[in-house]
Nanobody, 123 residues
Framework: QVQLTESGGGLVQAGGSLRLSCASSGRHFSSSALAWFRQAPGKERHFVSGMRWNGNAPRYSDSVKDRFSISKDSASNTVYLQMNNLQPEDTGLYYC????????????????WGQGTQVTVSA
């Protein structure tokens, strides 16, 4: 059973940066994918970025593709989301999730979820 633990959220001003971390326990296979989702208050979870565990097939939502970068450290089983030029619309609870297969944008495709880390961007 894979457990996911997010960290790195906080309060930043618009234009600032944060790096989120997702530490995972358990075994990963190259066929699995990890992704980041964002959930604003009262709204559904939306895909932000994802990648295969072997580093292939990185994906980004259109709203973040020029500002965010996903990466991983295999030695520590950690996936990162570097977020630059943050804007108020990036505010939300950020979740890390895992699925078997390529990263997809549908939250229902993912089987394992972390507890989330809050990101708040002030104007």
């Amino acid at each position: 059973q894979v457990q996911l633990t997010e960290s790195g959220g906080g309060l930043v001003q618009a234009g600032g940066s944060l790096r989120l971390s997702c530490a995972s326990s358990g075994r990963h296979f190259s066929s699995s994918a990890l992704a980041w989702f964002r959930q604003a208050p009262g709204k559904e979870r939306h895909f932000v970025s994802g990648m295969r565990w072997n580093g292939n097939a990185p994906r980004y939502s259109d709203s973040v593709k020029d500002r965010f970068s996903i990466s991983k450290d295999s030695a520590s089983n950690t996936v990162y989301l570097q977020m630059n030029n943050l804007q108020p619309e990036d505010t939300g609870l950020y979740y890390c999730a895992k699925r078997t297969g390529s990263p997809t944008t549908a939250a229902s495709d993912y089987t394992n979820w972390g507890q989330g880390t809050q990101v708040t961007v002030s104007a």
